[in-house]
C-alpha cells in the first residue's frame, strides 16, 4: 500500500487545509466579537448627544448645527435631552442658571447642583413651570443708581431691560441659597437651591424680600428719575 499516493496526500492536504481554515476563521470571528464589544461599550460611553451624532454619521445623515444666535440653544439641549416639551426660552433660561451658579469654570459640578435640585422639585409638580414662576415673582422692574449731581449723589431709579431682570432674579436666589448654607455646612447647596426657589414661587423668601426693598427704594427715589441720562 502506498501511503504517499496521490489520494492519500490530497485528503490528508485537504483535511489540515481545512483545520487551519476553520482556526483561521474562528481567530478571525473572535477578533471581530472582541472589537465589536470594544467599540460597543466605547459607544455608550459616549454622551446621548455625540452617539446620536454618529448614528447620523453612519446613516450618512448629518445633521446640520446651528450657528449664531440658536447655537447656544442647541448646545443647551443637547445637555437637556432627558427632558420634554422645553422651548428655546426656557432651555436659555435653564442655561443661564447653570452659568451664574458656576464658580471657577466647573461646569459640571455647576450643572449636577442645577439637576439635583430639579430632582428635589419633581414631586411638587412641573419643575420648569416652578422655576418660571420663581424668577417672575424675584425680578425687579426697576432698579436705582448712584449719580452724581451738583456734588451731591443722588439714587436714581431706572427701568431694567428683561435680560436683567431674569439675570438679577436667578443671582439673588443663588446668592440667599448661600447664605442659608452659612450657618449649616451639613446641608448641600442644591437642597438649600431648592428650598429658595420653592419659597419664591410662593412669593415668600429672602430674594423675594430684596426685590420688595428694592422696588420700595426706587418709588422713595423717583423724584430724581428725570435725572436719568442712559
Not at 455647576?110 to 412641573?126: E, W
Not at 443663588?174 to 442659608?180: D, G, I, Q
Request: aromatic share 8%.
Amino acid at each position: 500500500m502506498n501511503l504517499f499516493g496521490k489520494s492519500n496526500f490530497n485528503c490528508v492536504f485537504s483535511s489540515s487545509l481545512d483545520w487551519f481554515h476553520s482556526s483561521r476563521l474562528s481567530e478571525k470571528v473572535g477578533t471581530q466579537k472582541k472589537r465589536f464589544c470594544r467599540e460597543t461599550e466605547s459607544f455608550y460611553a459616549l454622551c446621548l448627544s455625540h452617539r446620536r451624532y454618529l448614528c447620523y454619521a453612519l446613516e450618512g445623515l448629518l445633521p446640520s448645527r446651528p450657528r449664531g444666535r440658536r447655537a447656544s440653544t442647541y448646545n443647551c439641549s443637547d445637555n437637556l435631552g432627558y427632558i420634554r416639551g422645553l422651548n428655546g426660552k426656557q432651555k436659555q433660561l435653564i442655561k443661564k442658571l447653570v452659568h451664574i451658579c458656576m464658580i471657577d469654570g466647573k461646569k459640571t459640578r455647576s450643572r449636577a447642583i442645577v439637576y439635583k435640585t430639579f430632582h428635589r422639585l419633581a414631586p411638587h409638580g412641573d419643575v420648569i413651570k416652578l422655576l418660571v414662576n420663581a424668577i417672575e415673582n424675584v425680578k425687579p422692574i426697576c432698579e436705582v443708581k448712584k449719580v452724581r449731581i451738583s456734588g451731591t449723589t443722588r439714587l436714581v431709579p431706572s427701568i431694567i431691560a428683561t435680560n436683567r431682570q431674569e439675570t438679577l432674579a436667578i443671582r439673588w436666589m443663588l446668592e440667599s441659597a448661600a447664605k442659608r448654607r452659612m450657618g449649616k455646612k451639613s446641608i448641600s447647596l442644591d437642597q438649600c437651591l431648592y428650598a429658595e426657589i420653592l419659597e419664591a414661587s410662593q412669593k415668600m423668601g429672602i430674594a423675594r424680600k430684596k426685590r420688595d426693598d428694592l422696588h420700595k427704594l426706587a418709588e422713595a427715589n423717583r423724584s430724581f428719575s428725570h435725572y436719568r441720562w442712559w
